[in-house]
């Protein structure tokens, strides 16, 4: 089956702690994306990456970071840093960044620290 | 940077009803206007979008309208079933910001039986 693949489905961590989110696509699409959702609210654009081992700060980047090793993948660290963590993260891929086509998400992982 | 807004936040329907949600943008070079379904505890899913080159467009029981002049569209669900119920949200890109979407706030809709 093609699609993106987040792990995992649930993560809970100590303040403090940086943690690691796992985004894995077999699209073949170029695009990836990090979004943070919080309740009751819209998806917000962390980071997003055009191609293998180049990616771009969003609206929210401040206490994330990302790397684009592979294409096929596009890990998010949330850091220490970040004042509130705890929200549910989204990946998405498209086909590429220059033309507007559809975002595809993966299943979502949902980050608790306490 | 682009602004969406999104109403309403909550949308109550009876069964066989329509559903009617609006959104607002603020960057008139924006030219694609994609709609998303997200169920409870996954990620989002297009169900319709929509270019700025185009007035309507209609799939079934969905369909979108998108008026330029105004910086508004809306998402029209014609014979609501119960599995309509979920969040639904817009949202607006242009072509020199790339791909990169911003979001409105989502409307919770509920269908009743």
């Known amino acids: 089956d093609g699609g993106i693949t987040q792990s995992p489905k649930y993560l809970f961590r100590k303040e403090g702690q940086n943690v690691t989110l796992s985004c894995e696509q077999n699209?073949?699409?170029?695009?990836m994306y990090w979004y943070r959702q919080d309740p009751g609210q819209g998806l917000r654009l962390i980071y997003y990456?055009?191609?293998?081992?180049?990616?771009q700060k969003g609206d929210i980047a401040e206490g994330y970071s990302v790397s684009r090793e592979k294409k096929e993948s596009f890990p998010l660290t949330v850091t220490s840093a970040q004042k509130n963590p705890t929200a549910f993260y989204l990946c998405?891929?498209?086909?590429?960044?220059?033309?507007?086509?559809?975002?595809?998400f993966g299943p979502g992982t949902r980050l608790t620290v306490t | 940077g682009e602004n969406v807004e999104q109403h309403p936040s909550t949308l109550s329907v009876q069964e066989g009803d329509s559903a009617v949600i609006k959104c607002t943008y603020s960057?008139?070079?924006?030219?694609?206007f994609p709609w998303y379904k997200q169920e409870l505890g996954k990620g989002p899913q297009l169900i319709i979008d929509?270019?700025?080159?185009?007035g309507e467009k209609k799939d079934q029981r969905i369909a979108v309208t998108l008026n330029k002049t105004a910086k508004h569209f809306s998402l029209h669900i014609t014979e609501t079933q119960p599995e309509d119920s979920a969040v639904y949200f817009c949202?607006?890109?242009?072509?020199?910001?790339?791909?990169?979407?911003?979001f409105g706030g989502g409307t919770r809709v509920l269908v009743k039986p």
């Open positions: 998405a891929s498209s086909i590429d960044l220059n033309s507007l086509y559809e975002q595809y």
């Open positions: 949202a607006a890109s242009e072509t020199a910001a790339g791909n990169k979407l911003t």
């Open positions: 990456s055009q191609i293998v081992n180049d990616f």
């Open positions: 929509i270019r700025s080159n185009v």
């Open positions: 960057d008139s070079a924006s030219n694609y």
């Open positions: 699209l073949n699409h170029d695009a």
